[in-house]
């Protein structure tokens, strides 16, 4: 089973700033298999990023994602009051599917 | 427009049975690869069971292997999940989401709003 470990557990930052989220997988994700997601208060996850970099539709391209092998991150450029959330990753390279336990993105 | 909605849910002793449903529109259950992901309470998503599109692909996360049961029905455009032998850690509420694919290894490009299971006496 891959696991994988999000940093860091909560991010305080300002609307306006720069947010950078780590998601680190116990071993290489197969073909960069990695999607991101936003969850917001009584919501279902919402899907935000797929295949390491795609950004889903309907997505502003604040929204990035990079990375491969193991080390994968997720950058907003210019966070926006909506931006607050916790955002989780998960693989779909292996069976079983696996998410991050989440890095919580608070306003400073 | 993809829509999923999940019914089923309540409050179940240990050791008794629930059938979720999500009824799907937008959309054929049939051409897609189906999942289950349940989240407890102030705690992360957790992939519980897959379906590819043809049925011949059908995965259980090792917590509810030989407990819970994925099916589907065509005519009615339908996902279940049949659980047995509840037990309090299954206790979360259980979304229904669709793959971008036919296939089983995906990510979970559209959810439903999910349906609340209580275990507990």
Same mark, same amino acid.
């Given at each position: 089973? *891959?696991?994988?470990?999000?940093?860091?557990?909560?991010?305080?930052?300002?609307?306006?700033? !720069? $947010?950078?989220?780590?998601?680190?997988?116990?071993?290489?994700? =197969?073909?960069?298999?990695? $999607?991101?997601?936003?969850? %917001?208060?009584?919501?279902?996850? !919402?899907?935000? *990023? +797929? $295949?390491?970099?795609?950004?889903?539709?309907? =997505?502003?391209?604040?929204?990035?994602?990079?990375?491969?092998?193991?080390?994968? =991150?997720?950058? *907003?450029? !210019?966070?926006?009051?909506?931006?607050? $959330?916790?955002? +989780?990753?998960?693989?779909?390279?292996?069976?079983?599917?696996?998410?991050?336990?989440?890095? %919580?993105?608070? *306003? %400073? | 427009?993809?829509?999923?909605?999940?019914?089923?849910?309540?409050?179940?002793?240990?050791?008794?049975?629930?059938?979720?449903?999500?009824?799907?529109?937008?959309?054929?259950?049939?051409?897609?690869?189906?999942? /289950?992901?349940?989240?407890?309470?102030?705690?992360?998503?957790? /992939?519980?069971?897959?379906?590819?599109?043809?049925?011949?692909?059908?995965?259980?996360?090792?917590?509810?292997?030989?407990?819970?049961?994925?099916?589907?029905?065509?005519?009615?455009?339908?996902?279940?999940?049949?659980?047995?032998?509840?037990?309090?850690?299954?206790?979360?509420?259980?979304?229904?989401?669709?793959?971008?694919?036919?296939?089983? &290894?995906? &990510?979970?490009?559209? /959810?439903?709003?999910?349906?609340?299971?209580?275990?507990?006496?």
């Amino acid at each position: 089973e *891959i696991v994988l470990t999000q940093s860091p557990g909560t991010l305080s930052l300002s609307p306006g700033e !720069r $947010a950078t989220l780590s998601c680190r997988a116990s071993q290489s994700v =197969i073909s960069g298999h990695l $999607a991101w997601y936003q969850q %917001k208060p009584g919501q279902a996850p !919402r899907l935000l *990023i +797929y $295949a390491t970099s795609n950004r889903a539709t309907g =997505i502003p391209d604040r929204f990035s994602g990079s990375g491969s092998g193991t080390d994968f =991150i997720l950058t *907003i450029s !210019r966070l926006e009051p909506a931006d607050f $959330a916790v955002y +989780y990753c998960q693989q779909y390279g292996s069976s079983p599917l696996t998410f991050g336990q989440g890095t %919580k993105l608070e *306003i %400073k | 427009e993809v829509q999923l909605v999940e019914s089923g849910g309540g409050l179940v002793q240990p050791g008794g049975s629930l059938r979720l449903s999500c009824a799907a529109s937008g959309f054929t259950v049939s051409n897609y690869g189906m999942f /289950w992901v349940r989240q407890p309470p102030g705690k992360g998503p957790e /992939w519980v069971s897959g379906i590819n599109y043809s049925g011949g692909s059908i995965f259980y996360a090792d917590s509810v292997k030989g407990r819970f049961t994925i099916s589907r029905d065509g005519s009615k455009n339908t996902l279940y999940l049949q659980m047995n032998n509840l037990r309090a850690e299954d206790t979360a509420r259980y979304y229904c989401a669709k793959a971008y694919s036919s296939g089983f &290894y995906s &990510y979970f490009e559209n /959810w439903g709003q999910g349906t609340p299971v209580t275990v507990s006496s």
